[in-house]
């Protein structure tokens, strides 16, 4: 048998050393140990396959790193990684409220805007921010990682923060002194100065939108959704994010106030400035721990495909071929992890996500997009998966839970309106020390840091041992807890008020501009059910919508949570001016008009948002229950 020559050499080389390799094995030939030898190299080229394929299994699929490098198992995710956001979104929200909280006294006092001004710009800049959540979680599922986003977006709020610090900081840049003497007339600031101010104000807002769209879902990502230890620690992860949201907003509304009251605004944007600023190092040093979910284009291409295709269908035309096979939905998200619960001996089971996609048929919630994949579209462009299809039914299964928190979040715009106000008439000294109004959101902000821990760590392990569920309590009843917490707390707050002005009357107060002679502490109750209430509903609204939309949709999906709280201020002042227009009919006094809060029908507005937010209740209650859970994939057939 003829071996090649460089096989021949290298036995050679060998042959001369092949007793001390082999000191117990007869001499052998040179051709013998060359063969050995060749079979030897063989090996190491077997093994090599076997560790690529190991390694592949190692990788997390479909997520990188930060140098777009595939992402792998053990070095990428955790809780370490997320550690790093739950940092970032102390400072990022420090950063917001420091200045949003107090806003309206910078644009009464130095931009001379009247109250109602001042409120409208407030209302506006914080509804936009919030709005363009959207924007933000759009980009991060469609073009870029949320890694991206999240540092693009902080570099802009630092750019807007540092042009209303200038601003501030520059007595040529501010509108004229006013005069404060009676009969004279403020002029507001007008003309490229208030141009400045706007674009300070709005370039913020844009930095703001594109940070809440991306970081609470960046951190969310960290977790494998597929092991209970994954989903368990992104529950946690959740709950500490509105802890942390609550940490930021604690210091924004004490020191920061502080200091913009007593130092200038100038330091106050500037702690803004400095605290988003410190944030992206911050961020950045968790870059080698980050998984980045891998964007997949934009997701209202999905849906618009899929809901044209059902629309376009052909009516009785064929029928794509179907073993039977129908992805199943869970009563509860517990469900969606256990396989042995759902697959029962004869099923055909599978992966969604992965090889059964082709052979399944769709669900049976909303029938009628079912269409887009039964029926041959007319247009080969509106061919659809029955994943696409799952998808986009998803979508439209979890709005009615959206609009349902559209009015706890007008419960909680009360908060920054009437409570502030109503708390202003009273006793706000505390011993020697005298509570700016703006400082009183201090109070839901402490319930909820004092809450969230307790309901992580105790009230979590035990449901979880009460009902033997892997969630203990499900999204939907987080989010309806927070609903039912929000009626109560406008109850509360309608009896408080009626005793807040009995006090009034009773003083011989009703006119008086000294602080009523009760206490500012009464207003703290409907601030701990407000508190208990935002969170329940915000961190389960958070989970809910990241855990049950399809993984291309969930920064968007996840920004629905911002987009309430915008709605729901919205929402707040329309039935302000409802209320107003339709009590103030015949010459009537409006519930809500005057320059005397003890002149106003303050409980029977808050009466009133306790009826609605009953009604809001029982609408949540029709679509929660008959809310289906993503099913993780588990197929029945």
Same mark, same amino acid.
């Given at each position: 048998?003829?071996?090649?020559?460089?096989?021949?050499?290298?036995?050679?080389?060998?042959?001369?050393?092949?007793?001390?390799?082999?000191?117990?094995? /007869?001499?052998?030939?040179?051709?013998?140990?060359?063969?050995?030898?060749?079979?030897?190299?063989?090996?190491?080229?077997?093994?090599?396959?076997?560790?690529?394929?190991?390694?592949?299994?190692?990788?997390?699929?479909?997520?990188?790193?930060?140098?777009?490098?595939?992402?792998?198992?053990?070095?990428?995710?955790?809780?370490? %990684?997320?550690?790093?956001?739950?940092?970032?979104?102390?400072?990022?929200?420090?950063?917001?409220?420091?200045?949003?909280?107090?806003?309206?006294?910078?644009? =009464?006092?130095?931009?001379?805007?009247?109250?109602?001004?001042?409120?409208?710009?407030?209302?506006?800049?914080?509804?936009?921010?919030?709005?363009?959540?959207?924007?933000?979680?759009?980009?991060?599922?469609?073009?870029?990682?949320?890694?991206?986003?999240?540092?693009?977006?902080?570099?802009?709020?630092?750019?807007?923060?540092?042009?209303?610090?200038?601003?501030?900081?520059?007595?040529?840049?501010?509108?004229?002194?006013?005069?404060?003497?009676?009969?004279?007339?403020?002029?507001?600031?007008?003309?490229?100065?208030?141009?400045?101010?706007?674009?300070?104000?709005?370039?913020?807002?844009?930095?703001?939108?594109?940070?809440?769209?991306?970081? /609470?879902?960046?951190? *969310?990502?960290?977790?494998?959704?597929?092991?209970?230890?994954?989903?368990?620690?992104?529950?946690?992860?959740?709950?500490?994010?509105?802890?942390?949201?609550?940490?930021?907003?604690?210091?924004?509304?004490?020191?920061?106030?502080?200091?913009?009251?007593?130092?200038?605004?100038?330091?106050?944007?500037?702690?803004?400035?400095?605290?988003?600023?410190?944030?992206?190092?911050?961020?950045?040093?968790?870059?080698?721990?980050?998984?980045?979910?891998?964007?997949?284009?934009?997701?209202?291409?999905?849906?618009?495909?899929?809901?044209? *295709?059902?629309?376009?269908?052909?009516?009785?035309?064929?029928?794509?071929?179907?073993?039977?096979?129908?992805?199943?939905?869970?009563?509860?998200?517990?469900?969606?992890?256990?396989?042995?619960?759902?697959?029962?001996?004869?099923?055909?089971?599978?992966?969604?996500?992965?090889?059964?996609?082709?052979?399944?048929? /769709?669900?049976?919630?909303?029938?009628?997009?079912?269409? *887009?994949?039964?029926?041959?579209?007319?247009?080969?462009?509106?061919?659809?998966?029955?994943?696409?299809?799952?998808?986009?039914?998803?979508?439209?299964?979890?709005?009615?839970?959206?609009?349902?928190?559209?009015?706890?979040?007008?419960?909680? %715009?009360?908060?920054?309106?009437?409570?502030?106000?109503?708390? *202003?008439? =009273?006793?706000?000294?505390?011993?020697?020390?005298?509570?700016?109004?703006?400082?009183?959101?201090?109070?839901?902000?402490?319930?909820?840091?004092?809450?969230?821990?307790?309901?992580?760590?105790?009230?979590?392990?035990?449901?979880?041992?009460?009902?033997?569920?892997?969630?203990?309590?499900? $999204?939907?009843?987080?989010?309806?807890?927070?609903?039912?917490?929000?009626?109560?707390?406008?109850?509360?707050?309608?009896?408080?008020?009626?005793?807040?002005?009995?006090?009034?009357?009773?003083?011989?107060?009703?006119?008086?501009?000294?602080?009523?002679?009760?206490?500012?502490?009464?207003?703290?109750?409907?601030?701990?059910?407000?508190?208990?209430?935002?969170?329940?509903?915000?961190?389960?609204?958070?989970?809910?919508?990241?855990?049950?939309?399809?993984?291309? =949709?969930?920064?968007?999906?996840?920004?629905?949570?911002?987009?309430?709280?915008?709605?729901?201020?919205?929402?707040?002042?329309?039935?302000?001016?409802?209320?107003?227009?339709?009590?103030?009919?015949?010459?009537?006094?409006?519930?809500?008009?005057?320059?005397?809060?003890? $002149?106003?029908?303050?409980?029977?507005?808050?009466?009133?948002?306790?009826?609605?937010?009953?009604?809001?209740?029982?609408?949540?209650?029709?679509?929660?229950?008959?809310?289906?859970?993503?099913?993780?994939?588990?197929?029945?057939?």
């Amino acid at each position: 048998m003829s071996i090649t020559p460089c096989v021949l050499g290298f036995a050679q080389r060998l042959l001369a050393s092949a007793p001390l390799l082999l000191p117990c094995s /007869p001499a052998i030939s040179a051709t013998e140990l060359a063969r050995s030898r060749c079979k030897l190299h063989r090996l190491p080229a077997a093994a090599m396959e076997d560790g690529a394929a190991a390694r592949e299994a190692e990788r997390w699929e479909g997520y990188v790193d930060w140098r777009n490098r595939p992402a792998v198992r053990g070095r990428h995710g955790g809780m370490l %990684a997320a550690s790093f956001v739950l940092v970032v979104e102390v400072l990022e929200n420090l950063a917001f409220l420091a200045n949003a909280s107090n806003l309206v006294t910078y644009l =009464m006092n130095f931009m001379h805007y009247s109250p109602s001004q001042s409120a409208t710009t407030v209302t506006n800049f914080m509804g936009t921010a919030f709005l363009l959540a959207l924007l933000g979680g759009f980009l991060s599922d469609a073009f870029f990682t949320t890694y991206a986003i999240y540092l693009i977006s902080a570099f802009v709020e630092f750019l807007g923060l540092v042009v209303l610090t200038i601003q501030a900081r520059t007595p040529s840049l501010m509108p004229p002194g006013c005069a404060k003497v009676a009969g004279a007339a403020c002029e507001p600031v007008s003309g490229p100065k208030k141009a400045m101010l706007f674009a300070g104000l709005y370039v913020t807002a844009l930095g703001i939108g594109g940070i809440k769209g991306s970081l /609470p879902s960046h951190g *969310a990502e960290q977790f494998d959704e597929h092991a209970p230890r994954g989903r368990k620690g992104r529950s946690t992860f959740f709950n500490y994010f509105v802890f942390c949201l609550s940490v930021g907003a604690l210091i924004a509304v004490t020191f920061a106030v502080w200091v913009e009251d007593n130092k200038g605004w100038q330091w106050g944007f500037g702690i803004s400035t400095i605290a988003i600023l410190l944030s992206i190092p911050v961020f950045v040093a968790g870059s080698r721990l980050y998984r980045n979910k891998v964007p997949t284009g934009s997701p209202l291409t999905t849906i618009a495909k899929v809901v044209l *295709a059902a629309a376009l269908a052909r009516r009785g035309g064929a029928q794509s071929a179907s073993n039977g096979a129908v992805i199943d939905r869970a009563p509860s998200p517990t469900g969606s992890t256990d396989m042995k619960e759902y697959c029962k001996p004869g099923d055909i089971c599978g992966v969604a996500d992965g090889a059964a996609e082709v052979a399944t048929e /769709p669900s049976q919630e909303l029938v009628f997009l079912n269409r *887009a994949v039964q029926r041959q579209p007319r247009c080969g462009a509106l061919s659809c998966t029955v994943q696409e299809v799952e998808d986009v039914k998803i979508v439209l299964m979890v709005l009615p839970i959206f609009f349902s928190t559209i009015m706890l979040n007008s419960c909680l %715009a009360q908060l920054s309106t009437f409570s502030v106000e109503q708390a *202003a008439t =009273m006793d706000t000294r505390v011993g020697g020390l005298k509570v700016p109004p703006a400082s009183l959101p201090v109070f839901p902000v402490t319930f909820i840091i004092l809450l969230a821990p307790v309901y992580d760590h105790i009230i979590i392990p035990f449901a979880r041992r009460a009902t033997g569920t892997e969630m203990g309590i499900t $999204h939907l009843q987080r989010i309806g807890t927070g609903l039912v917490l929000s009626i109560v707390a406008m109850a509360v707050a309608a009896v408080v008020e009626v005793k807040r002005k009995n006090v009034a009357s009773n003083a011989g107060m009703l006119d008086a501009a000294a602080p009523l002679p009760i206490t500012f502490f009464w207003i703290a109750f409907q601030y701990l059910f407000l508190g208990s209430a935002d969170l329940f509903t915000l961190a389960g609204l958070l989970e809910f919508f990241f855990s049950e939309a399809p993984a291309r =949709m969930r920064s968007l999906a996840t920004s629905l949570s911002w987009a309430s709280l915008a709605l729901g201020y919205y929402l707040s002042s329309v039935l302000v001016t409802v209320v107003n227009s339709a009590t103030g009919r015949g010459g009537r006094r409006a519930w809500l008009q005057g320059g005397n809060l003890n $002149h106003y029908h303050l409980e029977r507005f808050y009466w009133v948002m306790c009826v609605l937010s009953t009604l809001n209740y029982l609408f949540f209650l029709f679509w929660a229950i008959r809310y289906k859970y993503r099913n993780a994939g588990v197929i029945k057939g």
